[in-house]
């Protein structure tokens, strides 16, 4: 995988000035005067853009001044642009050949091609998948396999727990295969969840399986920031977050004998007459002061989620989210789980998966049982697409958020793109006893 990505470009600046004064014979010549160098970090932001004409196809033939782009209200200068169509890549700013030179004619050689048009990585999210439907998650990767997969992709898969898959890239569709046959779910079941420890923010399980799973996938992105002029996709396998889920039934408030559920029950009824005729609410100050620790909880899992979908964006990756449930009912017969708060933990779960897509400029395949339908709409739309990069104009470094717009000249055609992107953090500075 290390040689196939490339750096990014950096430019050294040199500059520095020498005095032009005569030499004197009785002075000792000048110590040489150290030239101050400069280094500047030039990044190329690229930006997939699907154009269709009024009846949805692909418009194949667009030249580089039909396209304009703008950050922040300015206009860019292309600087390089690839099309991609049915998989096939055409650098459509790549000089002509050379006229053949007089003389003996030979057979024209064949041309050296990149068949690597379309990179995919699969994250199938184990530590996030129900092990008893692990044969279901198998079918669905030979789905993938059968439907979106074909001869020249690129493609890497690598799990987030115990299934223990990482297959670098590669073009050898039988180790797809080979990993199919190891995935198998590892999901905290509800009751693991209800009766397993708790920290000041709820379920601490729960939170450190959802690191696990997002620090896997900001390494893979990390890894795929570099590469350029390729549409780059990741599809992403879990059954979602919820870093606040049964939370009545953690603290035990599902149980109407339990001590918490009867304070809950008094402190509803709005006051508890004591003997001396003042009133207390009658709320356990435990269970009062868990809840209101989760509180933010909802808002953590968003902040981390708005980190993901940022690096994403500046890593010009779509992510493409499915939930390997299917249409989801009740939970299982053997999971004492009331039927509200099994809804509620379902529906955050897939709203985080949509968060992941749709911040991304892919699709959230959740709740539905189709994923031949949502394979073709993957494939369709990573098959068919320009590519257009571009250094930006704006140099201030404190401007981490960039607007992106791009126009398309010719009539009746309507883009897709990216709409904006966030610069990389700045680099820690390198303390004293380390340099």
């Given amino acids: 995988m290390n040689g196939f990505w490339s750096t990014a470009f950096l430019v050294a600046l040199t500059a520095g000035l ?14 040489p005067q150290e030239r101050p160098t400069f280094k500047v970090q030039v990044d190329l932001v690229t930006n997939d853009i699907i154009v269709r004409d009024e009846k949805g ?16 209200g300015v206009k860019q200068d292309i600087s390089s642009m690839t099309v991609v169509t049915g998989g096939r890549v055409t650098n459509v700013l790549a000089p002509p050949p050379p006229p053949p030179p007089e003389g003996i004619i ?39 396999s059968k439907e979106l997969v074909h001869d020249g992709d690129m493609f890497g898969i690598v799990s987030s727990g115990p299934s223990s898959i990482a297959i670098d890239m590669t073009y050898d569709k039988t180790r797809l295969d080979e990993a199919i046959k ?34 896997t996938v900001n390494d893979l992105l990390n890894n795929l920031d570099s590469v350029h002029n390729r549409r780059k996709a990741l599809v992403y396998v879990s059954d979602g977050y919820d870093f606040n889920p049964f939370q009545d039934a953690r603290l035990g408030l599902m149980d109407p004998n339990s001590p918490f559920a009867q304070n809950e029950f008094a402190r509803t ?27 933010f909880a909802d808002a953590d899992l968003a902040r981390e989620l708005g980190e993901l979908t940022r690096q994403a964006n500046r890593s010009n990756v779509t992510m493409y989210t499915i939930d390997p449930r299917g249409l989801v009912g009740m939970g299982d017969i053997d999971e004492q789980v009331d039927p509200q708060q099994w809804s509620e933990f ?10 992941i897509a749709e911040e991304t400029g892919g699709i959230a395949v959740v709740n539905q049982n189709d994923f031949s339908k949502a394979l073709k709409r993957i494939d369709a739309e ?24 791009v126009k398309v000249a010719r009539k009746g055609a309507s883009a897709w793109f990216r709409k904006e992107y966030v610069l990389k953090p700045p680099p820690a500075p390198v303390s004293s006893s380390k340099k």
């Fill in 382 to 405: 990573t098959s068919d697409y320009y590519v257009l990069g571009y250094y930006s104009k704006n140099p201030d470094a404190m401007k981490r958020r960039r607007q992106v717009e």
């Fill in 346 to 355: 379902v529906r955050k779960s897939q709203d985080s998966l949509r968060v």
């Fill in 57 to 72: 196809n692909f418009i194949p033939d667009l030249k580089k001044d039909e396209f304009e782009i703008f950050e922040d």
């Fill in 269 to 295: 009824q709005n006051q508890n007459q004591n003997s001396d005729g003042t009133t207390s609410s009658g709320t356990d100050p435990l269970t009062s002061q868990q809840k209101q620790s989760e509180t």
């Fill in 106 to 144: 030979l057979p024209p050689s064949r041309p050296k091609t990149d068949v690597s048009g379309r990179i995919f990585l699969f994250f199938v999210d184990d530590l996030h998948l129900q092990f008893h439907n692990t044969g279901r998650v198998r079918d669905l990767f030979k789905r993938i």
């Fill in 182 to 215: 190891k995935i198998a779910g590892s999901e905290l079941k509800p009751t693991d969840i209800i009766n397993g420890p708790s920290g000041a923010e709820g379920p601490s399980e729960v939170r450190y399986r959802a690191h696990v799973a997002f620090s």
């Fill in 18 to 31: 020498s005095s032009q004064t005569p030499a004197k014979p009785a002075s000792p010549a000048p110590a």
